[in-house]
């Protein structure tokens, strides 16, 4: 069956600090993999998909960036968080070709 | 782009309750998914409808695929205190790489 992984659970960072959140998908190959962030509890927010290795597609401008250096492997990344880069962030995947999405556990960020 | 509006935004329910929450589209979909979130948690996927018409249950959860496509119905029978949780409706998002569009989301709230 398939699994995904997201690490770490939580993180407190001081603004201007670097981040580096990281996702895995076990069980299937080549999936579409997707960042959300999520404010408050409320509304699901779509930062990046990728539809195979080093293709990155970006859905929003922002301070973040994410790179697909394995196939199950996505991270999201910022060289200098700011406050409101705060959020709980979700990494998914899908089957090529399917809609259906499956969700990680999320990181909760807090940036001071 | 695509919207989808979901009501009621909260309910606040008395254990036993049944509740009924939907979502409509302002376009056709060919397929519409409900999850849960509960306080912390990644969403989980409820029920996939792809059918017009189509009736699906997962124990006491019901979803309904709306007849005209542009909407779907969620109902949850005799809730209990672990239904609480944020409840999103999504759909396609219209594109190749199976980008979802979710709803803003029902917040329910169960008191024993």
């Known amino acids: 069956s398939q699994t995904i992984h997201q690490w770490p659970a939580t993180l407190v960072q001081p603004v201007g600090s670097p981040l580096s959140l990281e996702c895995t998908v076990e069980?299937?190959?080549?999936?579409?993999l997707y960042w959300y962030r999520q404010a408050a509890g409320r509304g699901l927010q779509l930062l990046f998909y990728s539809v195979g290795i080093g293709q990155i597609s970006s859905e929003v401008p922002q301070n973040l960036s994410a790179s697909r250096p394995q196939d199950r492997q996505f991270i999201l990344s910022s060289k200098k968080l700011l406050l409101s880069d705060s959020g709980f962030y979700l990494c998914a995947w899908s089957v090529q070709g399917q809609e259906t999405q499956y969700f990680g556990p999320g990181t909760r960020l807090l940036v001071l | 782009g695509q919207q989808l509006n979901q009501s009621p935004q909260s309910m606040f329910i008395q254990e036993g309750e049944d509740v009924s929450m939907n979502c409509t589209s302002s376009?056709?979909?060919?397929?519409w998914l409900w999850y849960k979130q509960e306080p912390g948690e990644g969403p989980v996927l409820l029920i996939a409808l792809y059918k017009a018409g189509e009736l699906t249950s997962n124990g006491r959860l019901t979803a309904q695929f709306g007849i005209t496509r542009k909407d779907s119905f969620l109902n949850i029978s005799a809730s209990i205190p672990s239904d609480v949780g944020i409840y999103f409706c999504?759909?396609?998002?219209?594109?190749?790489?199976?980008?979802?569009?979710f709803g803003q989301g029902t917040i329910l709230t169960v008191h024993p």
């Open positions: 999504a759909g396609p998002g219209g594109t190749s790489y199976g980008k979802l569009t």
């Open positions: 376009s056709i979909f060919n397929t």
């Open positions: 069980g299937t190959s080549n999936p579409n």
